[in-house]
């Protein structure tokens, strides 16, 4: 029986999905974030988790539990942000010797949740945040906006989409990311040396000193292929800001746009599908060694507005007023 219902996990007040064998909690009051997600027929829990978390320690840190939505993800040289008919200074909240703004502010927010039912083929959360002079951000980009999150729980796993609504009368950048936290191991008794990371990548992305596109598109090493041929241990080293083009790969002899995670001791896989916004992954994992790893699409580059890079490359968009943008990410197991 495929049920939704408000509750408190830990603290955390959620909405609780349950459908198709799975269970979501989506942390509404913490930017919409899938707090837990989890195969319970078979033992995964896919986003990184802890039963001691409180709702503080997940406020103080809501870049790396479960699977927080950002928009504006990562950084922007200086905080300075170049639009089409505007530039915008936003706080610099990345340290020396970075001196960027990083990750912006919808993955902190109190967000309202619009409606949440269940019928015989799933189960969905609707939430929502309007973003205007109310939020203490908009001083520094005040440009009216909602961001509606949409998240359906089923058979085919869990579905995630952002639409983003610009209600200003200037152009509003688009860059959107998940900060996609993937347990280590993912499955209950399993070792974290028996994961395996899959990429589909392209291009890797050169990154200088402050972890900002030099503008150079390089072909992949034999370190970066590990990614495309799905041997990449993606713990137990450190991985720091592996910036790719995503590309096509395969998945039971079908194209699949996505990344996919594996426990080669078992043959569990976590299959993480993303829709064709989603241009660039970048990979990261915290020095390796803390129980989980992120690869995180992007649907633009590292500092995009700002380059001097076409934005066909850059992945970079804005959209005009009163219209709207949409991007979508599936995961499941299999």
């Known amino acids: ?110 967000h309202n949740v619009v409606s949440h039912y269940a019928d015989e083929n799933c189960a969905v959360v609707k939430t929502e945040y309007i973003y205007d002079e109310t939020d203490p951000f908009f ?88 990614y495309k041929n799905g041997t990449k241990v993606p713990v137990l080293q450190n991985i720091d800001n592996d910036m790719y083009q995503a590309e096509n790969g395969m998945l039971d002899g079908q194209r699949f746009y996505g990344a996919v995670v594996e426990d080669a001791a078992s043959g569990r896989k976590i299959c993480y599908q993303i829709s064709g916004e989603y241009r660039f992954w970048i990979i990261w994992n915290d020095k390796g060694f803390n129980g989980y790893f992120c690869p995180e699409p992007m649907t633009a580059m590292i500092d995009a507005p700002n380059l001097s890079l076409p934005a066909d490359v850059t992945g970079y968009v804005e959209i005009r007023p009163y219209a709207s943008f949409e991007a979508n990410q599936r995961f499941f197991t299999a």
């Not at 049920?3 to 269970?23: K, S, W």
């Not at 990562?74 to 915008?88: C, E």
């Not at 906006?145 to 639409?163: C, N, P, Q, V």
């Open 139 to 226: 001083q520094h980009l005040p440009l009216k906006f909602r961001a509606e999150l949409t998240f359906t729980l089923s058979a085919y796993g869990l579905e995630h989409k952002i639409a983003i609504f610009n209600l200003s009368e200037k152009m509003l950048p688009i860059s959107v990311a998940t900060h996609t936290t993937i347990q280590a191991p993912f499955l209950d008794g399993a070792r974290a040396e028996d994961m395996r990371l899959m990429v589909p990548i392209g291009k890797r992305c050169e990154l200088n000193e402050r972890c900002l596109p030099t503008e150079r598109l390089l072909e992949p090493k034999l370190s970066d292929l590990e």
């Open 1 to 110: 029986m495929n049920t939704t219902q408000q509750t408190v996990l830990n603290g955390t007040p959620c909405i609780q999905l349950t459908a198709g064998g799975y269970e979501a909690y989506i942390a509404y009051e913490i930017g919409s974030n899938v707090i837990r997600l989890r195969d319970v027929r078979n033992n995964i829990d896919v986003f990184r988790f802890s039963p001691d978390n409180t709702p503080e320690t997940l406020r103080a840190s809501a870049e790396v539990w479960g699977l927080p939505t950002l928009y504006l993800p990562n950084r922007f040289a200086d905080g300075v942000l170049k639009t089409s008919d505007a530039v915008y200074h936003l706080p610099v909240n990345e340290p020396e010797p970075w001196h960027n703004h990083i990750h912006g502010f919808l993955h902190k927010r109190v």
